[in-house]
């Protein structure tokens, strides 16, 4: 439904005609993002260019008390953009300016519609390096990164986006702006407000700059794949590799089914008859990148990996690297409606929750393709169905509880990057318990006593 229309009149005079969309053809692309099976239209579409367009926007929705729904690109997994109800749908795609690349403090200042492969492009120019990788990157924006603390493929050694963040230009629900950090290597001035916003899904604030860490660009980097006629073996190599004191930038897995899927879509030429396939690289000064190689090559193939293929050049290592980096597009090209679920445990648990989500899958009748970060126990459970399945999606909806409670049990998370959001709101009362659930309702209640932003999400 339209918002009033002076409302509408007045986001026309704020923005100009054409940063405003109400009709409803222009709504659609604005009405889902990249979590299946959510669909709402939005009460309008603006586009905000600076700061303080931003101000102005929620200064009117805080007084008119009209929802407020920011978004990047849209390609969350847990439906934080979706619309609500006759929100208006904040969109800081046209803020994508990288605004300094500071040499001497190897600090990025970036308008948070950037986005992560402009980022990552921006510092490279520079001979530096911005590790965090999510498989989005070439659309996801920063902001997005930022409000979900996204992870990426190379976790494991750099850690994620909150790793990198120094600071935060934020405007409030009320439309006043803060800045929280600054350059300096050490700061503990005061609650650590930056943390806070890092991970908050557009419930505290909006984004509006981010200042990032950068660091030097690894000299060298080798890239394999083993593969394994058991997932054990696979979960075994990796716990062997870290136990060797080695910590590879990348230590990503599939299963048989994402294989089989990958291959039919990427042609690389992958056994179709294997359970496992390992994406190891380590990066570094180019001696120890040289010794690690060989060292989790020996792993492997100790751990029963049936043949390990090393990249002869960079060429290669990115067809093997696109192993990995295609295996959500893969599956989603083999049934209608593709769920990618986020479950994470110790790293020691991981072959056991493997076995689990496959022995979930035979249970309720249904596809699932698993991949994920096996360095960082992060995996993707990937349901392969189809939403006009009413009963199908009853049994599917069974499997994620019956999934989630066991990675709650085995002491992991019911999501490791991917957020709350809608998807996984009725879980976090059951992961937090009660204090934690007070605790952030009554942070939420005095940065927003309106309510006026996301609402609807992390919270039921
Ligand atoms: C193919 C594919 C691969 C993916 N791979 C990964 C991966 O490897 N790792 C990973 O962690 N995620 C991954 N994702 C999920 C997703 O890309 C990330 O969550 C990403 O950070 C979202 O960025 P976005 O700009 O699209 O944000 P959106 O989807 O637009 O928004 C996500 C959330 O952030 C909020 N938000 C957005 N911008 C702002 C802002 N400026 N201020 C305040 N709140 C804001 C929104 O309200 C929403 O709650 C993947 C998604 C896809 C489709």
Known sequence: MSLASDTVSELRRLLGETNVLTEKEDLIPYSFDGTAALQ?????????QTTEQVVAILRLANRKRTPVVTRGSGTGLSGGSLPTPHCLVLCLSKMNRVLELDRANLTLLAEAGATTQTISDAAAAAGLFYPPDPGSMKISTIGGNVAENSGGLRGLKYGVTR??????EMVLPDGETLWTGNKCVKDVAGYSLRDLFIGSEGTLGIITKVLLKLIPKPAAKKTMIATYAQMDHAAQTVSQIIAEQIIPCTLEFLDRITIQCVEDFARIGLPL??????????????????????KMQAIALKNGAREVRVAKDETEAAKLATARRSAFSALARVAPTTILEDATVPRSELARMIRFVQAVAKKHHLRIGTFGHMGDGNLHPTFLTDERNTA?????EEAFKEIFEEAIRLGGTITGEHGIGVAKKTFLPKFAGDAQMRVMRELRKALDPNGILNPGKMFD
């Open 40 to 48: 709402e239209l939005p009460g309008c579409v603006v586009f905000a």
């Open 163 to 168: 790793n990198y963040v120094m600071g935060l």
């Open 273 to 294: 008859d294997c359970e496992a396939l390992l994406l190891m690289e380590t990066d570094g000064h180019e001696a120890a990148v040289a010794e690690e190689a060989l």
């Open 392 to 396: 199908e999606m009853m049994r599917v």
